[in-house]
């Protein structure tokens, strides 16, 4: 579900929430792989709260804050197929049968810099977060390894002639 509420000519709020899920992956469903084929979805609850402002003209700025509760997450079976960039994590693992005992939290902010010209594009945008997991009922709560806590990205493209567009993005 989505809100938005024009507030003034050039400024709108907007919230959102909404309820996800997927299905795990065959991996820890196969029951010829040691899977586990009474596996329920991941869950996920999403809320946004934000605000569009057009500046200028040409030039919007978004932000926005946000929370995503994690519910039912797929965890175990970690010494049969693990993915990792960097150093090879070192243990221990999780060698329990699969099973929908995982929680997490995601925590952040948004913000929006765009700009609109006659036959170019700019954006920057800038998001702050903070990912948690607990993997079992007993574990504790820990940061997760995938977490990004600061993303920086900047794009600009240019209308080029014959119905042509280059462009660049760069994310830190």
Do not use: C, H
């Not at 907007?14 to 469903?29: C, I, T």
């Not at 006659?118 to 940061?143: G, I, Y």
């Amino acid at each position: 579900m989505t809100a938005r509420y024009a507030v003034a000519d050039f400024t709108t709020l907007k919230a959102s929430v909404g309820r996800y899920s997927a299905f795990p992956n065959l991996r820890s469903v196969d029951v010829g792989g040691d899977g586990n084929p009474k596996l329920g979805p991941e869950r996920s609850l999403q809320a946004t709260v934000g605000f569009e402002q057009q500046l200028l003209g040409n030039l919007r700025v978004d932000g926005s804050v946000f929370i995503n509760q994690l519910s039912d997450l797929v965890v175990g079976r970690e010494d049969r197929l693990r993915f990792f960039s960097g150093p090879p994590p070192i243990g221990p693992f999780d060698t329990d049968p699969y099973a929908n005992d995982g929680v997490g939290q995601v925590v952040g902010a948004e913000m929006l810099a765009r700009y609109d010209g006659a036959s170019s594009t700019a954006m920057l945008s800038v998001t702050v977060s903070n990912s948690q997991r607990q993997s079992r009922p007993d574990d504790d709560v820990e940061l997760f390894e995938f977490d990004q806590p600061l993303v920086l990205t900047a794009l600009w493209s240019q209308q080029l002639p014959r119905n042509w567009r280059a462009g660049v993005r760069l994310r830190y």
